[in-house]
């Protein structure tokens, strides 16, 4: 649709020009010949340009009258050559540009133009902000197990605080999402949030990239550069794979959580920051303790509020969920034929162990959907990844990967009871066990009922 411009002019030969003038460059027009009349016709307006000297009310005053109706149109004023106290009072109220009289088209347009753009990209930017907080809210965390809900309400009490967050889980559970929803209920969800990648960053490069480093600091350092942390000053830096951070880096993480201050790589001047840690790691970190590679004070300071997210397998319930939600997310990016889900479809879904968690899951959904030709997601369009199946002979993979044997055996007996609906005999008859034997395994495994 054409933007209208509001003319609002007394003299009606001028009103008249500019009116030719915008309808000429593509624009719809109203006019009003004093401030009274342009109150009726502002609402369907995109810009207003007005003179400031009108019959009874002024242009200021129609300026205030707007922005006290919280009106996001912009205004552009025109006023007397010379007026320049005039036209500053006008900025102040809320007009977005002026015009002195006597004024070009072309000056005209340029300022239309140029006001129109800012509109356009003030509300492309609204709707990216809502389109962003709504990715981090809750309700598009999919996670309808007692497991993931009770994870909510814990994100909830935490996100409000400054408190360091340690996240568990294996990889692909959804850690990141988490910690971004965590920045995102927190007083800090308009500054900065900064992931740092501590696999990915090579330990002769950690210090420079976390840290930043001065002029000369090192062969190739010609600039001053800020790191990261100076980067979330005021917000928030999320340390994925902590466990991977080597020791000599590990003191200037506590440095930060003790103290909030730091040097650049090659300074002696202290950096005072402002910023919330949360931490996340698929490793086990009191493991690493007792293996003397992560220090025990750094694994006090970054355990404050712990919060594990169980693997896939363990919350099957919350699959059916995941994948409609997936099939719905995909739709639009992949242009698929496919519109919904087969039960039978779940079902299979439901069978896998999912070693890859909630990332594999979704990956399986688009190679699916790629491949599928019907609008229906059935049974036989899954294409599950059994590669690591294939290796189960051999020495190394015998067991699923990342798994012990006892994590192997509980994973077998929580299916059985779940395909029994919880039912001990039925289980115990899947498993071929006793009912007496699979109680004690359950009581081994922490399940008394």
């Not at 000429?24 to 401030?35: I, N, P, R, W």
């Not at 800090?188 to 950690?206: D, H, Q, W, Y």
């Not at 071929?432 to 395994?441: D, E, F, H, P």
Request: proline share 5%.
């Amino acid at each position: 649709m054409k933007p209208t411009v509001l003319v609002v002019e007394d003299e009606e030969k001028l009103r008249r020009v500019i009116e030719l003038q915008l309808k000429a460059a593509g624009y719809d027009v109203e006019q009003a010949g004093s401030a009274e009349e342009a109150r009726k016709l502002a609402e369907r307006a995109d810009l207003i340009l007005t003179d400031l000297r009108l019959p009874g009310i002024s242009g200021l005053e129609l300026l205030a009258d707007l922005r006290s109706q919280n009106s996001r149109t912009p205004v552009i004023v025109m006023t007397a050559f010379g007026s320049v106290e005039t036209a500053v009072e006008a900025m102040k109220a809320g007009a977005v540009d002026f015009l002195p009289k006597p004024f070009s088209l072309d000056h005209l347009m340029t300022v239309v133009n140029k006001a129109l753009e800012v509109k356009t990209l003030r509300a492309e930017n609204q709707e990216l902000r809502a389109e962003l907080s709504q990715r981090y809210e809750f309700d598009n965390i999919i996670g309808r197990s007692g497991a993931m809900r009770e994870i909510f309400a814990t994100v909830t009490r935490v996100a409000p605080t400054r408190a360091t967050v340690l996240l568990c889980g294996e990889s692909g559970v959804g850690k990141d999402l988490i910690a971004r929803a965590i920045h995102h209920h927190s007083p800090r969800s308009g500054k900065p949030f900064v992931k740092i990648n501590c696999t990915a960053l090579p330990e002769n490069l950690m210090e420079s990239e976390l840290f930043g480093y001065e002029k000369g600091a090192f062969t190739g350092a010609n600039v001053s550069k800020p790191g990261k942390f100076e980067h979330a000053d005021t917000g928030t830096v999320f340390l994925d794979e902590i466990g991977d951070v080597p020791p000599s880096i590990q003191v200037k993480l506590l440095r930060i959580l003790q103290e909030r201050e730091f040097e650049r790589l090659g300074s002696n001047k202290t950096k005072h920051i402002d910023v919330r840690v949360l931490a996340a790691t698929n490793v086990d970190l009191r493991a690493a303790l007792e293996q003397g590679t992560f220090r025990e004070d750094l694994y006090y300071r970054l355990n404050v509020l712990p919060i594990n997210i169980p693997p896939l397998r363990e919350r099957k319930e919350d699959i059916p969920y995941l994948a409609r939600y997936f099939v719905k997310k995909l739709k639009q990016d992949l242009g698929s034929p496919v519109e919904s889900i087969s039960e039978a479809a779940i079902e299979k879904l439901l069978e896998y162990y999912w070693p890859g968690n909630v990332r594999e899951l979704e990956n399986v959904i688009e190679r699916s959907m790629v491949l599928a030709n019907d609008p229906v997601l059935d049974a036989e369009d899954i294409r599950l990844d059994l590669a690591p199946k294939a290796r189960a002979a051999t020495a190394d993979s015998f067991l699923p990967e990342g798994m012990t044997l006892d994590q192997y055996e509980q994973s077998i007996i929580r299916e059985a009871l779940n395909r029994a609906s919880g039912n001990k005999s039925q289980a115990a008859r899947l498993l071929g066990l006793t009912r007496n034997a699979l109680r004690y395994r359950l009581s081994q495994m922490g399940i008394e009922s």
